[in-house]
């Protein structure tokens, strides 16, 4: 058998070496199928993958000649990507909410934003913010963002996020709207005792995850069928100022910090030791404006928020101290039974964006408390949560009883429906 020199065995070695490269990268999970589990590739295989298809989509599509809707930009999250639309990326918006929890302060004033108060549950209303005008893009943050409240309120959510946003992707549909953003949510995983990514089969266990993961179904049947192109964002505990303070079924930092204000105890669920990441707004902002720019980003869906994981009672010590009443009273409630992930990978989004959360947890809640006590706080005082009425209170969190909930009454509710 002829000897091969030691430049031969390393040249084979290379060769066999990229061969199984390759070969890995195409056997790894479909991005647009997330129902398929093949066996997962390591996250720098997967980046491998990922720049690869990044080549023919790299270069970004031109923002300043875009005109795009954006729903729910009253809200928190909305006003935020309105801003960075306008004003970085040069784009005209036509800005879109019912302000049923949202404020038309938020909204920034500019000459590229028009503000259409008005409610997606309307096909008609839906259709007109269309009619006459070259849409490019639709953000679409608009709907009612408590996912514990959500058993209580079902028809209601799933008429104002599932509803709602069919009416929205009819509508886009049929005026040839280039990309649908999808601000999704973590709640479509439900539980899991496993770190989830985008390839995790959704087990959502709570109305608000159904509708967002009915909602993500519909815009891939809606590719397949219209050829209507999408990204999809499944966010997590986003924080930061022009957050509701109003409404106690949300995040915690804001409800921790309406507490103080109005000087009741916190409320911690549990004994405080469950864990969760949270993600600061700025941190997400610029990639949820931009993602529709990017060609490569096209029909994909991405987990999105920090990696950064923090136990209750320490984000209640940390906004007690930003707040300076380091000696407010904590109260321990009842556990509630919800969907808990074991983590969240975000590695899809960091390979293709190439930018991961960076904002400190402590420096993200201070600067949130500073707008708390400058806008917030005004908020507290003048206003409640728009009359929400639940469906059933049957299993309602003892706590929420204090708050203004009361039953919708059957007759009412069935008027309601029919309307
Ligand atoms: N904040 C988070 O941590 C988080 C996490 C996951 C997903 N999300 C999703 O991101 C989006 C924005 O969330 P947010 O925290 O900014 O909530 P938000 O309540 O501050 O904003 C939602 C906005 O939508 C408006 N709206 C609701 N129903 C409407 C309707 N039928 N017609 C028109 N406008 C309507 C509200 O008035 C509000 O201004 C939501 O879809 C939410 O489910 C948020």
């Known amino acids: 058998m002829p000897r091969l020199t030691t430049r031969a065995v390393i040249g084979i070695g290379s060769f066999v070496g990229f061969l199984i490269v390759v070969w890995l990268a195409n056997t790894s999970t479909d991005p647009s199928h997330p129902h398929k589990t093949n066996s997962k590739p390591s996250t720098s295989l997967r980046c491998h993958r990922w720049a690869r298809s990044l080549k023919t989509g790299l270069t970004p599509y031109i923002s300043n000649d875009k005109t795009v809707i954006i729903t729910g930009a009253a809200g928190f999250i909305g006003s935020h990507i309105t801003r960075y639309c306008v004003n970085r990326l040069r784009m005209t918006v036509i800005a879109v909410d019912d302000l049923s929890s949202g404020y038309e302060a938020n909204i920034p004033v500019s000459s590229k934003v028009t503000f259409v108060r008005g409610d997606l549950k309307n096909a008609t209303f839906v259709w007109s913010l269309f009619r006459g005008r070259k849409i490019d893009y639709v953000y679409h943050l608009a709907g009612y963002p408590s996912r514990r409240l959500s058993h209580f309120v079902r ?10 946003s069919v009416n929205l992707i009819n509508a886009a549909v049929k005026a040839g709207v280039k990309c649908f953003v999808f601000t999704s949510s973590v709640a479509v995983y439900g539980s899991s005792e496993l770190v989830v990514s985008e390839s995790s089969i959704p087990h959502p266990q709570d109305s608000y995850g159904i509708a967002k993961l009915s909602t993500e179904l519909e815009l891939r049947a809606t590719k397949r069928v219209h050829d209507l192109e999408y990204v999809i964002l499944r966010l997590h505990n986003v924080f930061g100022p022009n957050q509701n303070v109003v409404d106690p079924y949300r995040n915690v930092i804001s409800i921790f910090m309406g507490q103080i204000m109005r000087d009741t105890p916190i409320t911690v669920l549990g004994d405080g030791t469950q864990k969760m990441s949270f993600t600061y707004i700025d941190d997400i902002v610029s990639l949820v ?3 529709p720019l990017y060609p490569a980003a096209r029909s994909h869906t991405f987990n999105l928020g920090s990696d950064n994981v923090i136990d209750i009672n320490h984000v209640v010590e940390v906004v007690k101290s930003v707040m300076k009443r380091p000696n407010h009273p904590v109260k ?11 983590g969240i990978d975000h590695s899809k989004a960091n390979c293709f964006f190439k930018q991961t959360p960076r904002m400190e947890f402590e420096v993200g809640v201070s600067s949130m408390a500073d707008w708390f ?3 917030g706080a005004e908020r ?6 728009a009359a929400l009425k639940v469906e059933t209170k049957k299993n309602i969190v003892s706590l929420w009883l204090n708050e203004d909930v009361s039953e919708v009454d059957e007759v009412d509710h069935l008027a309601r429906l029919v309307a």
Do not use: F, M
């Open 155 to 164: 028809s209601y959510i799933y008429r104002n996020n599932l509803l709602a």
């Open 373 to 375: 006590r400058a806008v």
């Open 289 to 291: 404006a931009r993602c």
């Open 380 to 385: 507290l005082k003048r206003s409640r949560l």
């Open 332 to 342: 321990h409630v009842p556990a509630q039974n919800e969907g808990k992930l074991a």
